[in-house]
């Protein structure tokens, strides 16, 4: 009776640690079956999440019957060893046959089951993994609610059913359009969802994918679509009997469906496509509000604030280009620097602000500051950038000395901005020896920012081109003030312990020779950007008013092929050239100091010689050998007499037939003069129809209508005087009256 109960006892101790093992297995893995069916239903909906969840179920109970069926007869005699001492380490006798047993274990064996019996049922159950169940429970909660919680993709819908085309009449046996259906799916960067178009035309966004899904009935043996610039596209018939086409529009296009024997209202019928272009960024300057800004005492900062706005989205970062000007002369030194500023805002409208500390950037007394923001929109595969004009901030120098004589002012010397030529092929070579350390693009704006500075050189000696002053011309760059060091190392020339003051280029100058007048004049100091200073260096002023100086024909022949040199410099510089534009600056340097060693000539101001007058005839009436003053009228001539002609051709005339309209004039009107025209699809539409039914005229009335607003204006002339009332009417009645008596 004993070995009954002992056998049962130990048998229900031992089911009890097998639920005990599986239930704590289930807990470590059923958390993450129900993450998994939080994950397929965000993604793939409630079906496939149950049906996920109960297959992960099935493997978590799969995985803790196999842990509990682990614990089988030698885990429990080892159990019942470690737990009990009573066991004698003999636990292994309660399951051995008694005929198998010698009597000593066979006494041994009864002793363990009395022992069984009478005390209380063994509890063999492991512990429960209290910590792993917690962790794993918290971390299939994370990722549920990951899951759960994280935005929402706008998934591209499911392409739309077919709508009913507009019915048509047809012959029997001719192909019918039942059904169509345009899917426009917009470029990812602009995060508009994918629609339907059932009408086959609307607006769409540029760079769209377009797909069209017709069905006719009959089938015809071919369908395309035809569009009015020319292209065509051909329809591919599928599976389903329903045809299919893809494409995109780069621009807005006018287009009909033609499939072989279909009706011809059918075929005539016209979809517009408005193609909505992506615009760049729009940028604005908030602060500072001047584009040229002084120091004012005491100030360590420069805040700065932008405003930029796009379309679809802006990047998040902007990029800022510093650049520091220090010195004057030919001792101007630049530093660049890029600077990322954070945009604040939403997606398509966003601020960029920062403050400068202009300490940091080494900026002192003379020096400019200048700063440049440029923002990018999120367009793909290409961005558009957009650059802010550029803003100054200024330190102004110490102010010069007193000026003596009829200035009577204090003028301050203003830094110069323009490089000389010279400079210009010393930074050329500077960039063609760094050219391996640079990147394309890097070598490009560098080579792109020294031809800037050869324009503005350019620019800046053509506009004195015919003016200049007496003595040897020192022309307005700062190649005047060129060291004795620089001329040597670049020209090679010896130079005696005095040598003269070198001249722009490099040229010696020579002092101004006497004036006819017996004087001389003494040296004005150069200050760019003053009327007077340019009118005292430049300008050979006397008090006879008729005295002028001008360039001899050698002199301008010479200016002017260092001008068209310097123009070949340019051109070669702007496209990343430095290499090619080194012997165009070379001459135009070389041209330079031939200018300015020129000679000057001077030419007397003379008046308009007039014919003398003959007295004799003056009080006496005789007109003979005298022209009409009054000229005859004649008809005036518009600048654009086309879309005039074409207008009153188009005005319908009682009684009398159309008459003819000159198509392809209008066409290549339209194409050469797209910017007076709102509307070019309108016209495009108008003028085909009308080519399609040439008596139509309601189609003449749309095009005489559109024609209208693109005629020239008249020339605004005196109005016609108004008639006046009856009173009035009698009143010049009665004038006319009595002056014809």
């Known amino acids: 009776m004993s070995a009954a109960a002992a056998e049962l006892r130990l048998r229900r101790a031992w089911r009890a640690a097998r639920w005990r093992r599986g239930l704590d297995r289930a807990a470590l893995g059923l958390p993450w079956a129900a993450a998994l069916a939080a994950g397929l239903w965000r993604v793939c909906g409630t079906a496939v999440a149950a049906l996920g969840f109960v297959v992960a179920a099935g493997i978590v109970s799969a995985f803790a019957w196999r842990a509990a069926a682990a614990l089988d007869r030698r885990w429990l005699t080892r159990r019942l060893d470690g737990l009990r001492r009573d066991m004698d380490d003999s636990a292994e006798l309660l399951f051995a046959r008694e005929q198998d047993l010698n009597p000593l274990q066979r006494l041994q064996q009864a002793r363990l089951q009395a022992r069984l019996a009478a005390g209380p049922a063994p509890d063999l159950r492991p512990a429960w993994s209290r910590r792993w169940i917690a962790l794993s429970g918290l971390a299939a909660a994370a990722l549920a609610a990951a899951a759960l919680l994280w935005p929402r993709t706008p998934a591209a819908p499911s392409e739309g059913g077919l709508t009913p085309a507009p019915a048509v009449a047809a012959a029997p046996g001719q192909p019918r359009l039942l059904a169509q259906n345009l899917r426009v799916q917009p470029p990812a960067y602009t995060g508009l969802p994918a629609r339907d178009e059932p009408g086959l035309q609307g607006r769409i966004a540029e760079g769209s994918s377009l797909r069209w899904r017709l069905r006719f009935a009959p089938q015809p043996q071919t369908a395309e679509l035809a569009f009015l610039d020319g292209r065509r596209l051909p329809l591919q018939r599928g599976a389903d009997g329903d045809w299919h086409g893809q494409g995109t529009l780069a621009r807005s296009a006018l287009y009909r469906i033609v499939a072989r024997g279909a009706p011809a209202t059918q075929s005539q019928r016209l979809h517009r496509l408005d193609v909505v272009p992506d615009h760049p960024p729009q940028l604005r300057t908030i602060e500072p509000e001047r584009s040229l800004s002084l120091v004012e005492p005491g100030q360590r900062h420069w805040p700065l604030a932008f405003d930029a706005s796009d379309d679809y989205g802006l990047a998040a970062y902007a990029t800022l280009r510093v650049t520091l000007a220090q010195g004057s002369g030919e001792n101007i030194a630049f530093r660049e620097q890029t600077l990322r500023v954070p945009g604040r805002g939403g997606a398509a409208a966003k601020r960029y602000a920062l403050r400068l500390d202009l300490a940091a950037l080494g900026f002192a007394r003379g020096d400019d500051l200048i700063v440049q923001l440029s923002v990018d929109d999120n367009r793909r595969p290409q961005a558009q950038s957009v650059r802010s004009a550029s803003l100054i901030l200024r330190w102004p120098a110490e102010q010069g000395s007193e000026a003596t004589g009829v200035e009577g002012l204090v003028k301050t010397v203003m830094p110069a901005y323009f490089r000389s030529q010279r400079q210009i092929i010393i930074d050329a070579e500077a960039l063609i020896a760094q050219r391996r350390k640079l990147d394309g693009e890097r070598f490009v704006q560098r080579s792109d920012a020294i031809g800037v500075d050869q324009r503005l050189l350019r620019l800046r000696y053509g506009q004195f081109l015919g003016e200049e002053s007496e003595g040897a011309p020192s022309l307005p ?153 009054a000229d005859p009228l004649v008809a005036a001539t518009a600048a654009d007499p086309l879309p005039a002609a074409l207008w009153q051709a188009l005005q319908p005339v009682p009684g009398a037939a159309a008459a003819p309209v000159d198509y392809a004039a209008l066409e290549r009107w339209l194409g050469a003069h797209p910017e007076r025209v709102s509307d070019p699809l309108a016209f495009a539409a108008a003028l085909d129809a009308l080519r399609q039914r040439g008596d139509c005229s309601d189609c003449r009335a749309r095009l005489r209508a559109l024609l209208w607003p693109v005629l020239a204006r008249p020339a605004a002339t005196v109005p016609r005087r108004a008639a006046g009332d009856a009173g009035d009417r009698r009143y010049f009645e009665a004038l006319q009256a009595e002056g014809g008596r």
Not at 551 to 560: C, E, N, V
Not at 570 to 590: D, I, N, V
């Open 477 to 629: 760059t700062n190649d005047a003030n060129e060291t004795e060091h620089d001329a040597a190392a670049h020209e090679g020339g010896a130079h005696d312990g005095h040598p003269a003051a070198p001249g722009a280029d490099g040229a010696t100058a020579k002092p101004a020779p006497a004036g006819e007048d017996g004087h001389t004049h003494d040296p004005v100091p150069q200050r760019f950007g003053e009327a007077g200073s340019v009118l005292e260096q430049f300008g050979h002023t006397h008090d006879i008013a008729e005295a002028a100086t001008l360039l001899d024909p050698k002199t301008r022949t010479l200016l002017k092929s260092a001008l068209d040199e310097m123009w070949q410099s340019e051109l070669q510089l702007r496209q990343g050239r430095p290499q090619q534009a080194l012997p165009y600056a070379y001459r135009a340097l070389r041209l330079i100091k031939q200018v300015q060693q020129a000679d000057r000539i001077y030419l007397a101001r003379v008046g308009p010689e007039l014919p003398p007058i003959d007295f004799s005839r003056r009080l006496s009436g005789d007109r003979a050998g005298l022209a009409r003053r």
